[in-house]
């Protein structure tokens, strides 16, 4: 049963990247658009994300429910160390959500659309840095798991676990992937004239991310951070990490055919495999301290919870996935019909 | 301040704000169905209006209440570590369900909010009667989790262990039902009386009357029933806490000596040195019946245990007396408006029955607001009741008072933000031509 629950967590990962992630990515290439790309880009936005976009972002709080009950000492060493990077992430999803709510739904739009459409472009930059400098400090071994707080500063305990150079590298690289998802996404979306847009955007993204994804792995390299020395020399990793890099082919075919369904399957599946990648080298060990890593399938909830809690992951599974699946093909259905 | 009392204020800042918000995110969507439902059956144009404006209300506060209890989900651990260490796989059963149900619900309003004239006219209504079901639902397990705090069980405590963890036993603890009633009861309440004070206003200031008349009317059928039932659920929970919560119940009734045919007090103000209790009015034995149906029956007074296991005795008295002082005003106002309705329509069309319900708009969020301090604040020191106290849970990580300040102003903006966004859709009802869409 254990293995159904690390399955949802690592769907509601997975998903949760893929989905909230293209969404966050909407905001920064809003951001970096210029004055009458913007409008387009937050129209188009509000088209593909409007339904399903409370949806997206309900996969964090399935994520977090399966780790504290599932795995609690896992959740209570990420809840103490990584406090702060954590609250700058809440704040960015709670400044972000209000903003898409507010710009749509605002009964008059006027000036203070303006101040909307900045807290959700900067919002959607900040949150997933912040996203990703949690990971980045999980996996970086800074962390330092403590009984006995009080022999250490709170600089050392609670700041220098997640400040450090390579994680805001992974929290920039995070970023620029959910850029990179974005576009893609929103070049099939986007009516004949504004293609252009989104491919050059997909195009500076994916250039962004190879950059980004380059110099995290050899700035931890060069430090010596475990996590990436392990990494380089997984063969499993390495491999599947090339494998991500050669589908930019049939990516960049795919979207110059126009094949808007093949594209995004090809960027989804990058984005996957270099989460599998991230993961697979030190399975089942994720969260990394000064005393080395800490598997997450020791120190796991009894059996009976973990019996229980996989179950009602299965029966919820059974109604949510296919009402999901309903709503996108719904709305995606009305879209075709639309246009013909 | 203390890292303990910056966590508590934390926490009770955000619950205080969700609570709001996920009440009318939770109670909205039945009146929306309600005049979803008009508008199918008699294709009067002003139940459309309505219903669409009442859906936009709903995203607003669906949104708000989502976000504000993604942050809550995550503050529990942030703020008690300890706790959710513990706790969190004994509770995970109502998280989990409460996920699923939320999900449901988004998914559910995705369709209805973006479902006009795309899908079925049938099918479109009853993702709408989804979407507060769900809303119920998923509010139901929350209180249970709260309800587990209050009634630890589904586990055997042995040398500070938590071991033979049941969670099906746990999501059923003895709290649940009484505490889940009585939340859902207040929040119909609660958001009846607020949505129809807000339309009262407008029937008062002779605003599109037909309009706001019709969706006063919704709202407050809702409101004013629960408002009529809620007494029956009160006096549930009463027994329930005279039985499990003894210290509760005392500090409730600010009781300080243990006596048979105990009095119930009105008001009063409460020192906690003296243990006295002045300027109150005393109703003789009647404490003794609500408690335990009895008149000469034991209740238990706060000096029998011992004083480091007291509440805040006043915080809870005066909140206590806020909630049912506050509830039995809105049920005779519920009395009040089913009077008008069957036997005296031509108060209707005077301004004193409109001005009534304007007063009485906040009235049932304050009464709730209190009633959660009862049971927050009575619950103290202890966060699991008898096995964990409040300050063991709290996170070792300092200043926390910083992360406090910083909730208040974030959920301060959130407030005015959603009040002037409110305003601003009441408005464009009112003068339709000006709205630039």
């Not at chain 1, 129209?43 to 009950?69: D, Q, S």
């Not at chain 2, 048979?260 to 008001?267: D, M, S, T």
């Amino acid at each position: 049963m254990i293995y159904v629950v690390l399955f949802f967590l690592a769907f509601s990962l997975v998903l949760y990247v893929l989905l909230a992630g293209a969404d966050f990515g909407a905001g920064i290439i809003e951001l970096f658009s210029s004055k009458k790309n913007q409008a387009i880009t937050k129209k188009t936005v509000y088209r593909v994300m409007g339904p399903v976009w409370e949806a997206n972002h309900i996969w964090i709080i399935i994520m977090i429910v399966i780790l504290w009950v599932a795995f609690p000492v896992y959740y209570n060493i990420i809840v103490i160390y990584l406090h702060i990077p954590l609250t700058l992430m809440l704040l960015g999803i709670t400044l972000r959500g209000v903003a898409f709510v507010f710009r749509h739904y605002d009964a008059y739009k006027d000036k203070s659309q303006i101040l909307y459409d900045w807290m959700f472009k900067i919002s959607s930059l900040v949150t997933p840095i912040f996203l990703g400098i949690t990971f980045g400090a999980m996996i970086s071994g800074k962390i330092i798991h403590t009984t006995t707080p009080i022999d250490y500063s709170f600089k050392i305990l609670y700041i220098d676990s997640w400040l450090h150079i390579f994680s805001i590298l992974t929290g920039f690289f995070f970023a620029a992937l959910c850029a990179f998802l974005s576009a893609v996404l929103l070049i099939g979306e986007a009516s004949y004239g504004d293609k252009k847009i989104y491919v050059k955007k997909a195009t500076i993204a994916t250039i962004v991310v190879v950059l980004f994804g380059f110099i995290t792995i050899l700035y931890g390299y060069i430090s010596e951070i475990q996590f990436v020395i392990d990494f380089v020399s997984n063969l499993y990793a390495m491999t599947i990490i090339l494998i991500s890099a050669i589908l930019l082919i049939p990516l960049w075919s795919s979207i110059r055919k126009g094949r808007r369904v093949l594209s995004r399957l090809f960027a989804g599946s990058q984005v996957l495999l270099i989460l599998i990648a991230a993961l697979i080298p030190h399975y089942p060990m994720i969260l990394f301290t000064t005393d080395g890593g800490i598997s997450i399938l020791e120190n796991i909830a009894p059996d009976s919870v973990i019996k229980v809690l996989g179950i009602s992951l299965l029966i919820g599974g059974c109604v949510i996935l296919p009402g999901l699946f309903h709503l996108l093909k719904s709305f995606k259905m009305i879209k075709i019909l639309e246009r013909h | 301040m203390e890292n303990l009392d910056a966590a508590r204020l934390q926490m009770a800042f955000t619950l205080i704000f969700h609570i709001v918000f996920a009440c009318v995110g939770m109670v909205m969507p039945f009146f929306m169905v309600v005049a979803h439902k008009k508008w199918l059956n008699t294709r009067n144009q002003i139940y459309l209006t309505l219903t669409k404006s009442w859906q936009k209300g709903v995203a607003i506060f669906f949104v708000t209440g989502a976000v504000s209890g993604t942050a809550l989900s995550f503050e529990l651990g942030l703020l008690w570590p300890e706790f959710m260490k513990h706790a969190g796989p004994i509770i995970g059963m109502p998280f989990s369900l409460e996920g699923a149900a939320f999900f449901v619900e988004a998914i559910a309003l995705g369709f209805y909010l973006y479902g006009w004239n795309k899908i079925p006219e049938k099918f479109h209504w009853w993702t709408g009667v989804i979407v507060g079901i769900s809303g119920v639902a998923s509010g139901i397990l929350v209180v249970s989790a709260n309800g587990w705090m209050n009634a630890p069980s589904g586990f055997d405590y042995i040398n500070g262990e938590f071991l033979n963890i049941d969670p099906i036993k746990a999501l059923f603890n003895p709290a649940w039902f009484t505490q889940a009633l009585h939340m859902t009861l207040a929040a119909f309440t609660a958001t009846g009386f607020a949505v129809a004070g807000i339309h009262a206003y407008q029937v008062f200031k002779k605003r599109n009357v037909a309009l706001h008349k019709k969706a006063f009317k919704i709202a407050i059928t809702f409101g004013a029933i629960a408002a009529i039932l809620q007494p029956i659920s009160g006096d549930l929970s009463a027994k329930d806490i005279a039985e499990r919560q003894p210290v509760k119940l005392a500090a409730m009734e600010a009781h300080f000596e243990t006596s048979k045919g105990a009095p119930l007090y009105i008001g009063g103000i409460v020192n906690q040195e003296t243990q006295e209790v002045t300027h109150k009015i005393a109703i003789p034995k009647a404490l003794s019946f609500l408690a335990f149906g009895d008149f000469d029956a034991e209740v238990k007074g706060l000096n029998d245990f011992p004083e480091d296991e007291h509440p805040n005795v006043a915080i809870v008295h005066y909140a206590f007396q806020v909630m049912i002082g506050l509830g039995t005003l809105l049920l005779l106002a519920g009395v009040l408006f089913f009077i008008t309705l069957s036997r005296k329509r031509t108060w209707l069309n005077s301004p004193k029955f409109w001005l009534l319900f304007i007063v009485l708009a906040p009235m049932g969020f304050i009464a709730l607001e209190a009633g959660w301090i009862v049971t927050e604040v009575g619950r103290q020191p202890w966060i699991i009741h008898n096995i964990m106290k409040t300050k063991d849970a709290v996170t070792p990580v300092p200043g926390i008072v910083y992360s406090f300040y910083m909730y208040v102003a974030l959920y301060s903006m959130l407030t005015i933000a959603v009040t002037w966004l409110m305003a601003r859709q009441i408005k464009a009802l009112n003068n339709p031509t000006s709205v630039a869409v």
